[in-house]
């Protein structure tokens, strides 16, 4: 009895000795879920990432700062979302694809202020573009943007997308939790008329959310750009014409 009893201790020490814990299966996440780039956990099969595709190739040789800016160039094209001399503010703006992109689309008289939780480096030359390190869902960077917007804006933009765990109940709960934000940024930063364009990836938060746009804008509905990777369930919302209610700041 002893024999074996000392056998299944040396046993259990060896096991300790040799087995490696992982304090990410232990401890909480406590970063934030956004961000302009949504990096990808190997823990399920997702779509094959190529990051030296034609677009990505293409923005290097152009010198833009990410293949996303031929998302927006050509939903610009198809949709007139922006117009010379308009205030764009831009959720989830690093690397800084699209601040370029509407940097060009309003000109001069325009400006384009960004936030996103990484810095935005180098920063952009562009004279009418700035951009700062900020969590949307701190009521201190509406406050922010509008100051160096100098007032609302008539353009919101987001490509904001949750960091990928693999996991979907996470997953789901990231992405809402940046739609959220952004909805609670709608009436704090947006002019009455003005207009929406948000990313959006394939979940019911998703769905709900575009239900709840209806509600406020004079129309919206769902685009997707040819720039998008292969396999990628992302699409963007267009939602014009906002309607502010009583209550909204």
Same mark, same amino acid.
């Given at each position: 009895?002893? !024999?074996?009893?000392?056998?299944?201790?040396?046993? +259990?020490?060896?096991?300790?000795?040799?087995?490696?814990?992982?304090?990410?299966?232990?401890?909480?996440?406590?970063?934030?879920? *956004?961000?302009? +780039?949504?990096?990808?956990?190997?823990?399920?099969?997702?779509?094959?990432?190529?990051?030296?595709?034609?677009f990505h190739q293409r923005a290097k040789r152009e010198g833009f700062r990410s293949r996303?800016?031929?998302?927006?160039?050509?939903?610009?094209?198809?949709?007139?979302?922006?117009?010379? !001399?308009?205030?764009?503010?831009?959720? !989830?703006? *690093?690397? !800084?694809? *699209?601040?370029?992109?509407?940097?060009?689309?309003?000109?001069?008289?325009?400006?384009?202020?960004?936030? %996103?939780?990484?810095?935005?480096?180098?920063?952009?030359?562009? =004279?009418?573009?700035?951009?700062?390190?900020? %969590?949307?869902?701190?009521?201190?960077?509406?406050?922010?943007?509008?100051?160096?917007?100098?007032?609302?804006? %008539?353009?919101?933009?987001?490509?904001?997308?949750?960091?990928?765990?693999?996991?979907?109940?996470?997953?789901?709960?990231?992405?809402?939790?940046?739609?959220?934000?952004?909805?609670?940024?709608i009436p704090l930063l947006l002019r009455k008329d003005g207009d929406l364009l948000v990313?959006?990836?394939?979940?019911?938060?998703?769905?709900?959310?575009?239900?709840?746009?209806? =509600?406020?804008?004079?129309?919206?509905?769902?685009?997707?750009?040819?720039?998008?990777?292969?396999?990628?369930?992302?699409?963007?919302?267009?939602?014009?014409?906002?309607?502010?209610?009583?209550? %909204?700041?």
């Amino acid at each position: 009895m002893c !024999g074996s009893r000392c056998r299944i201790l040396k046993w +259990f020490a060896w096991t300790l000795r040799t087995t490696s814990y992982s304090c990410a299966a232990r401890c909480p996440v406590t970063s934030r879920p *956004w961000s302009s +780039f949504a990096r990808r956990s190997s823990s399920r099969p997702v779509a094959r990432y190529d990051r030296k595709d034609h677009f990505h190739q293409r923005a290097k040789r152009e010198g833009f700062r990410s293949r996303a800016v031929y998302k927006l160039a050509e939903l610009q094209s198809g949709h007139r979302i922006l117009k010379s !001399g308009q205030r764009v503010a831009d959720l !989830g703006c *690093w690397p !800084g694809g *699209w601040l370029q992109e509407a940097s060009r689309a309003v000109g001069a008289r325009g400006r384009v202020v960004g936030v %996103d939780l990484a810095p935005v480096e180098p920063p952009l030359n562009n =004279a009418n573009v700035i951009s700062f390190v900020g %969590d949307i869902e701190d009521a201190q960077v509406c406050e922010q943007l509008r100051t160096h917007l100098g007032g609302r804006c %008539d353009v919101l933009l987001s490509d904001a997308a949750p960091k990928l765990t693999g996991v979907r109940e996470a997953d789901r709960a990231a992405e809402e939790r940046i739609l959220e934000a952004v909805e609670v940024i709608i009436p704090l930063l947006l002019r009455k008329d003005g207009d929406l364009l948000v990313k959006l990836l394939e979940c019911p938060e998703a769905q709900n959310f575009q239900r709840r746009m209806r =509600a406020c804008f004079a129309s919206a509905k769902t685009v997707r750009a040819a720039a998008t990777r292969k396999g990628s369930s992302e699409r963007y919302l267009l939602a014009r014409g906002y309607k502010p209610t009583e209550t %909204d700041s």
